[in-house]
């Protein structure tokens, strides 16, 4: 034997004695039978005494490597001699009294648990065990039991639950034994196989009897009591038990005892305590209704309404919230089907999945909630129930979406359809088979008549004023005066008169709708040559006094709008509902403000505020004034102009309102309703309001959204815009709101809704606005809203643009279910002449082929489309190098009815045509269809696109970045290394990206991700990598927030920056071609490395790729948010802010992946 530690007797130093000792206690340890007790007891009572006198010896035992806590324990196993026993236990209990965790993970290591645990067992087999021997056990494990992780199952395999029960039982009044054996429950209970066990002995019960009333004694014990309460109550069946033997009403009535009499706070932990056994309680149906039946809501309301003004006492506020929440009965919503107001007939219906479900659903049922809440049969605790025993989380649980078949993440480049069927699509292509002998290089004139190049467009509108009775702008008597050319109308120096406007002062003759329809009309009388004219006729009546609303002169500002022009636009707009209106920020135009909107900083407490607010609607129902103010649902969707409310309004393109409800004098709740042929994808809103008042903060509350986070908990606003700033010179949307937060609400989520999870609730957005202007007409929307006739309007403008030097065409891909047309566009530069080598260059460009908005919702790849157009169609140096270098096929809204209609995500066919990519059906997505024919034709030829790039917006992370496609890094995600030693990849797919993080201040590379996933496998950029077979094929996915690194760091996007990301991506295309060469370029799946190895980082960082996609990137505030009230949530409460992982939420996969 070599224990150097344990040093002989002979010579010892006396601060070496504890270790003498030891040698000695080893010794006897040794011996086959221990025949001297008293030599054990001796050296075991001097041990002590060391301990208990000199701090250093404790030292000594507990140094590293020492074996003096094996010998101590062995002692412990062999003896059966009381003394030796209580001697060592108290040996033990100083040890590891202090230290901290290592003395005791020490202690646990050498199996000290089990040992301790046997000998109480032992002991409390024996008729009457000494009380001394039971206190020392008991304070022992109550210091071990936290500290070791299997505690809980190493005392119930040992039989130990018993002995301490019993023992409690039996020592009710012996606050001595009492204090160390609740402790030891208090372990006992954190398993939930224990408490289930717990709670059929009686364990519920006796803690209620050591619980009592305000009492300023044993504080410390009722405190253990109390949360060994809440953690056997974690159990249905306890909390079952606890509801039926009424102690919920005892519960609510201690509570407020203590509210009463611990004026000074100095209990807030034994308050809190009894606050988590209510939480608990309250986790089963049952709970909730006891709760209410015992006035829990006003109780816990009026209490944390005295406790507010002190902030140390945030942590009950908090947790009163929480069970006020859950409890609150669950609503309806206000609606009398979730499926959209709106429908269109498909004449196809697809076989299966949500339209297919939504088509089959009989007539009559109700949609808006069902039993879904009345779950209480699966309540039932499991006896077997390990969850809670071993900490083995699968680390690659949460990846399970991603790919791991080599063989389905290789590109496959094959025709899935033959080349016959794919020669249609020759006709799009002209540009490879153009010779140019016809063409006179010197025109380059446009060949369609545009409509604004015709004659400078109206600046004025005639309005009739509140007193007048309008006149239909289409009676020639009437027309408005048309301004000279030379003299614009001079905005921010006439003031306007708003009385005159009166947009929404006219009770009787709803001017504000006659106003945009006078809008149409003027656009009928004024473009009859552009769409031949087939306006409506307008009563006929007197004319009266009228006013001239300006409209903002921003032809300078804004190149590419011209309110004339869109209202041409919006005449050949299809639209489900047959919109005839047309909203103000559209037909004005947005001229991005020039100040910063930072990213707003979270105040503490706002969604308790909001949350208590809404609990008061409970609390005093009498204040609720419920009044309906808008509903869509209705045939004639009430306008309701008593002075009391405000009007809104959404029927105009991309709006999107449902109905709006006043609830308080200043409060509305809004319904937003859901894409056509779908029940849900609340999320874009688009409406306009007015009749307000000025300086009053107004509540809004959007109440169906369906995330479960948003980027409004992290500083983003909504959108306003006013028209009454709009006419006095500053036409734009601006960032607003205060008070912004998102939670969870009380309006009940069918099953139906919630793709089947049962108890699901819907989500609030509350913002707070204070208007600036009376008589104002404002719009709030999600963000910058870009209609699909302002791409229409854009693109007449872009054509307009053209020079000589530049080859541009745009042609109809497809008509849409809705019967819109989808634009594509084919630019790239003129040959330098019709000579064969310049035409062979010209034909021979490689194809960038880019795609946007096939989310209606994500408005902001529109924005960043609209750069990269502008760009292409500049006249810069830059521009004209990069039409030389490729062809550029772009299809700028893939999914036009989506976007017209105000559907946040779907097309018409209610699915996203961003899962379609597999199987697009030419009847049910057109757009996809087609746009993938055009790929599919691009690979039958040879001309398989460099680059893929199809546009999107992403509402729950900052900055902009992409997501791109390699086996490499989709490999390493999942561990599967031994595989991929062997795969090679050509790392330029990280060309692109890394381009762009250089040049585009918004764009983040550390956001990146290359990982393919199994959800992903049918959207464009996954298809388009695997069988189309294009190594560069993204998603670039732009914020709808803001930046958080940086130039744009701390601030909130705006359209300027989106469209600067769109013209950025030209300029790293740009320098992409030149790095490559063209022979490369004709074949590039050669290898670019060389050329692009100064760009790519070093393998190092490659082989760290980005984290999994969808991970969360906000921290935590100091406001916990509370997303988990749910009803069922079977997770501690205490860890809430898990639910900020949404890897961890279900919905987040269901409908959430935004690609
Ligand atoms: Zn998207």
Not at 17 to 24: D, E
Not at 460 to 482: E, G, M, Q, Y
Not at 511 to 535: I, K, M
Not at 709 to 714: H, V
Request: include cysteine; proline fraction near 5%.
């Amino acid at each position: 034997m070599n224990k150097p530690k344990m040093a002989t007797e002979k010579g010892i130093p006396s601060s070496s004695r504890v270790l003498m000792l030891l040698g000695q206690l080893e010794r006897l340890n040794g011996e086959a039978v221990v025949t001297d007790i008293e030599a054990i007891r001796q050296v075991t009572g001097k041990i002590l005494h060391l301990i208990q006198t000199q701090e250093k010896t404790r030292k000594e035992i507990m140094t590293k490597g020492s074996s003096g806590m094996e010998v101590i324990l062995t002692s412990l196993e062999n003896t059966r001699d009381l003394q030796t026993i209580l001697n060592i236990l108290c040996i033990l209990n100083e040890l590891l009294t202090v230290g901290g965790g290592r003395r005791v993970g020490v202690f646990v290591s050498k199996g000290g648990t089990a040992i301790v645990l046997q000998l109480l067992v032992q002991s409390g087999k024996e008729a009457s065990p000494s009380e001394e021997l039971m206190l020392h056990l008991h304070s022992l494990l109550a210091k071990v039991g936290p500290k070791d992780r299997k505690f809980g199952i190493k005392a119930r395999l040992n039989g130990a639950l018993n002995v301490t029960v019993n023992l409690l039982k039996q020592n009710l009044q012996n606050h001595k034994l009492l204090l160390p054996c609740l402790q030891v429950l208090r372990v006992y209970s954190s398993n939930s196989v224990n408490a289930v066990s717990l709670g059929k002995s009686g364990v519920v019960e006796l803690m209620f009897k050591v619980i009592g009333p305000y009492s300023k004694k044993n504080t410390t014990l009722l405190k253990v009591a109390l949360d060994t309460l809440a953690a056997l109550l974690k159990s249905k069946m306890n909390a079952r038990r606890a509801v039926d033997r009424a102690h919920v009403p005892a519960l609510l009535a201690i509570y407020q005892d203590w509210h009463r009499n611990d004026t000074r706070h100095r209990h807030m932990l034994i308050r809190k305590s009894i606050l988590g056994c209510i939480k608990n309680i309250t986790n089963i149906k049952l709970g909730r209704k006891a709760f209410i039946d015992a006035d829990g809501m006003r109780i816990l309301y009026n209490t944390s309404a005295e406790c507010l003004p002190v902030r140390t006492l945030d942590p009950l506020v908090n947790t009163s919230s929480l069970i006020m929440r859950k409890c609150f009965p669950k609503n309806r919503l206000p609606l009398p089907t979730i499926k959209s107001v709106f429908h269109h007939p498909l004449q196809h219906v697809p076989a299966s999945g949500p339209v297919a479900q939504l088509y089959s659903q009989p007539p009559g049922v109700d949609d808006v909630v069902d039993e879904s809440d009345d779950n209480e049969d699966t309540e039932v605790d499991t006896e077997n129930d390990t969850e809670n025993e071993e900490d083995e989380k699968d680390p690659r649980a949460q990846n399970d979406d991603i790919e791991t078949d080599i063989n389905k993440l290789r590109s496959r480049q094959v025709l899935t359809r033959p080349f016959e069927e794919l020669r249609v699509y020759e006709r799009f292509f002209r540009e490879f088979s153009e010779d140019f002998q016809d063409c006179e290089f010197e025109s380059g004139k446009s060949t369609s008549p545009s409509a604004s190049d015709a004659s400078k467009p109206l600046r004025s509108i005639i309005i009739p004023t509140a007193h007048s009775t309008p006149r239909p702008l289409t009676d020639p008597r009437n027309k408005p005066p048309r301004p000279d050319k030379g003299e614009p109308p001079r905005l921010k120096d006439t003031p306007v008169d708003l009385d005159s406007i009166s947009i929404s002062k006219a009770p009787e003759s709803k001017l504000e709708l006659e106003l945009v329809q006078g809008l149409s009309q003027l656009l009928l009388d004024a473009s009859q040559s552009v769409n031949g004219g087939c306006g409506g006729e307008g009563p006929q009546e007197e004319s009266g006094e009228q006013a001239v609303l300006e409209v903002p002169d921003t032809a300078a500002l804004l190149p590419l709008h011209d309110p004339d022009l869109y209202l041409v636009m919006v005449k050949g707009t299809c639209s489900v509902p047959g919109y005839t209106e047309v909203a103000y920020p559209d037909y004005f135009g947005h001229v991005a403000p020039n100040f910063r909107e930072h990213i707003l900083e979270r105040v503490y407490g706002v969604q308790r505020s909001k949350i208590f607010q809404d609990i008061e609607r409970l609390i005093h129902p009498t204040d609720i004034l419920d009044k309906v103010v808008y509903d869509l649902d209705l045939q004639s969707c009430p306008v309701i102009d008593d002075g009391e409310c405000l009007k809104f309004n959404s029927q105009f393109e991309s709006g999107n309102l449902r109905k709006a409800i006043q609830v308080r004098k200043f409060e509305y709740d809004l319904v937003l309703n859901s894409d056509i042929n779908s029940n849900h994808y609340h999320q874009w809103f688009y409406f306009e309001v007015s009749s307000m008042r000025v300086g009053v903060p107004y509540r809004f509350n959007i109440i169906n959204c369906e995330k479960s986070n948003s980027q409004f908990n992290y500083g983003m606003q909504v959108l306003m815009y006013s028209v009454q700033d709009a006419i006095s010179g500053s036409p734009r949307w601006v960032r607003t709101g205060s008070d912004i937060c998102y939670y969870k609400n009380h309006f009940s989520r069918s099953s139906i809704a919630a793709g089947g999870q049962k108890g699901k609730s819907y989500y609030t957005m509350t913002f707070t606005v204070t208007f600036q202007h009376k008589d104002d007409v404002c719009y709030f929307a999600y963000h910058y809203p870009y209609t699909y006739s302002t791409l229409k309007m854009h693109l007449q403008k872009l054509r307009a643009l053209r020079t000589p030097q530049i080859y541009y065409r745009q042609e109809q891909l497809c008509e849409t279910l809705g019967g819109n047309c989808c634009p594509l566009l084919t630019i790239t530069a003129m040959p330098e002449s019709t000579g064969n080598d310049h035409i062979c260059q010209f034909r021979n460009r490689p194809v960038v082929f880019l795609t946007a908005r096939v989310h209606p919702g994500e408005t902001n790849a529109s924005w960043v489309m609209k750069g990269t157009l502008e760009f292409l169609m500049s006249s810069s140096p830059l521009a004209q190098s990069l039409r030389e270098s490729y062809i550029f096929k772009i299809i700028p809204m893939l999914n036009p009815d989506g976007v017209i209609n105000g559907n946040h995500r779907c097309s018409l066919s209610g699915e996203d045509l961003n899962r379609q990519w597999l199987t697009p059906s030419a009847e049910l997505h057109p757009t996809i269809y087609h746009t993938k024919s055009l790929l599919q034709y691009l690979t039958a030829i040879g001309r398989t696109p460099l680059v893929f790039c199809d546009y999107h917006g992403h509402s729950r992370k900052k900055n902009v970045f992409m997501y791109g496609c390699s086996i490499k890094e989709t490999v390493w995600q999942t561990n599967v290394s031994a595989s991929s030693s062997d795969l090679q990849e050509d790392l330029g797919y990280r060309t692109l990206p890394k381009l762009l993080s250089q040049l585009a201040p918004a764009f983040s590379l550390s956001s990146c991700s290359f990982v393919v996933e199994r959800s992903k496998e049918s959207t464009a950029r996954v298809v388009v990598w695997r069988e189309i077979g294009v190594q560069r094929s993204y998603t670039m996915e732009s914020t709808l927030c803001g930046c958080d690194q940086g130039k744009y760091k701390g601030l909130q996007i705006g359209t300027r920056e989106l469209e600067e990301m769109g013209s950025q991506f030209c300029v790293a295309l740009l320098r992409l071609r030149r790095l490559t060469s063209p022979l490369e370029l004709r074949n590039h799946h050669t290898h670019l490395l060389d050329m692009e190895s100064d760009l790519i980082e070093t393998r190092c960082n490659i082989t760290c790729p980005t984290t999994y996609v969808m991970e969360e990137d906000e921290p935590a505030f100091l406001e916990e948010v509370d997303y988990s009230a749910e009803s069922d949530e079977e997770n501690d409460p205490d860890a809430d802010h898990a639910h900020l992982d949404p890897s961890s939420d279900p919905e987040f996969t269901h409908q959430d992946s935004l690609t």
